[in-house]
């Protein structure tokens, strides 16, 4: 069965995370936001774009990176992405433009339907082939 070829990386910076959500509402992971350079005290804005959070420095927000160094993301935009404690959500720093995406679970799913349906099809023909 032929294999599809995977697109080319590209020389980037972008840093990926995979972090839990507490009941606080803070996102587990220091480590992308130090791929950032965001420390503690650094001030962000934070957009609802599609399903996901767009987190972007800011001076004129009242959202900030904790003193421990961990993004908490505001109930209302918990609420609004469907968010609860426990919950996994993708992280996506792109240091070179200075943001970050979380993408929460819901928006996963619907990113990845489309490619998991063509997953399926070409599975199902590679099996339909195969079958005497």
């Given at each position: ?5 995977l697109?080319a990386r ?15 509402g ?6 992308v936001l ?6 503690p005290?650094?001030?962000?804005a934070?957009s609802l774009i ?6 972007v420095p800011?001076?004129?927000t009242?959202v900030r990176?904790g003193?421990?160094?961990y993004?908490?993301?505001p109930v209302?935009?918990?609420?609004a992405?469907h968010?609860t ?9 792109d ?6 995406l ?7 799913t619907?990113?990845?339907?489309a490619h ?9 023909v590679a ?6």
């Amino acid at each position: 069965m032929p294999v599809p070829a995977l697109p080319a990386r590209h020389p980037d910076d972008t840093r990926y995370g995979l972090a839990v959500l507490d009941r606080y509402g803070r996102v587990a992971d220091r480590a992308v936001l130090r791929a950032l350079e965001w420390g503690p005290g650094q001030a962000l804005a934070l957009s609802l774009i599609a399903g996901s959070v767009l987190a972007v420095p800011n001076p004129d927000t009242s959202v900030r990176v904790g003193n421990d160094g961990y993004l908490r993301l505001p109930v209302g935009l918990r609420r609004a992405c469907h968010l609860t404690a426990g919950d996994r959500v993708l992280l996506v720093a792109d240091p070179c433009a200075g943001r970050l995406l979380l993408h929460p679970p819901a928006t996963l799913t619907a990113l990845l339907d489309a490619h998991h349906t063509a997953i399926h099809a070409v599975h199902t023909v590679a099996v339909e082939r195969a079958t005497p």
